[in-house]
């Protein structure tokens, strides 16, 4: 596995592997764990090279976030993609994806604003604008991307289609299912900021939004679901529930009900000094 760190170095690295056919990037901000390496191995039976790159992106973190504490860990992450046989790790320095005076900023609007995007005012520009800019450095075929933070996803995709996206288009940004732990819990590199005992009630949250799930597909109003869902966590030692949300999957609009399009049961919740994030697939009315 050959690394690099600056544009020219990445630009000679791509034009060497594009030529053995489809190219994917698996964008991360390190600190991997299963998840991501699940990503890897998604884009390389997609691919026939793999780019994945690392870098902690401050654009995307607010002024009193976890960008400081954020693990980093590159020389650990580097042995685990090398093992996985990831051909080009792309770990650029702050200053190289955003040198002196930029200026540029990507908002894509509505899609954006609720759910994290409220309590995290220009976190999904943030998003925007550094994948942007990593597709443009690297032109991968496809790119992957976890389904764990499923705003972030749609946010990509309708960014691919607004601005005519061809590396990737739209429909090559891949979606790998949330990889989760033996009691539930989605994995995140943040998951390692719980103590033992928050730990142990975090597992609170994918139960349950199982139920919420059952009850909701059972016909269950969702008004009633979803109040259910936040008095669980509340019982189960979550300091406060961000939100809880059923929504259209696609545009993320709020649903009230259940109807003939793939929804998303999506919740935000905070243990200890985590916040934590997840979502889960509700299948159309009918199906």
């Not at 990037?25 to 998604?42: F, N, Q």
């Amino acid at each position: 596995m050959q690394t690099v760190n600056r544009l020219p170095q990445l630009r000679e690295a791509v034009d060497r592997l594009r030529p053995k056919g489809p190219l994917a990037l698996v964008p991360t901000m390190g600190a991997l764990h299963e998840g991501h390496l699940a990503l890897v191995r998604e884009a390389k039976a997609r691919s026939a090279s793999v780019v994945v790159s690392i870098f902690v992106n401050p654009t995307q973190f607010g002024p009193n976030e976890d960008l400081a504490t954020y693990p980093r860990q590159l020389a650990e992450d580097s042995h685990l993609l090398e093992a996985e046989g990831v051909d080009l790790l792309w770990a650029p320095p702050v200053e190289e994806v955003y040198p002196k005076g930029f200026a540029t900023t990507i908002s894509v609007r509505g899609i954006s604003e609720g759910l994290c995007g409220a309590s995290r005012p220009g976190h999904f520009d943030g998003v925007a604008t550094v994948v942007c800019k990593l597709f443009n450095q690297v032109r991968p075929d496809l790119a992957v991307f976890g389904e764990k933070d499923w705003q972030q996803l749609a946010v990509i995709r309708r960014m691919a289609r607004d601005l005519d996206l061809t590396q990737p288009h739209a429909e090559a940004i891949i979606g790998v299912p949330t990889v989760r732990e033996a009691d539930g819990l989605a994995q995140s590199s943040r998951n390692r900021y719980l103590s033992s005992e928050d730990r142990r009630r975090a597992a609170v949250l994918p139960q349950a939004m199982g139920e919420a799930v059952r009850q909701i597909e059972g016909g269950e109003p969702v008004s009633t679901a979803l109040r259910m869902l936040k008095q669980a966590l509340t019982n189960g030692g979550f300091a406060s529930v961000d939100y809880a949300e059923l929504a259209d999957a696609e545009s993320l609009a709020p649903l009230g009900q259940l109807g003939e399009r793939p929804a998303r049961l999506l919740v935000a919740a905070g243990i200890g000094r985590t916040r934590l994030i997840d979502n889960m697939p509700i299948g159309p009315r009918g199906a």
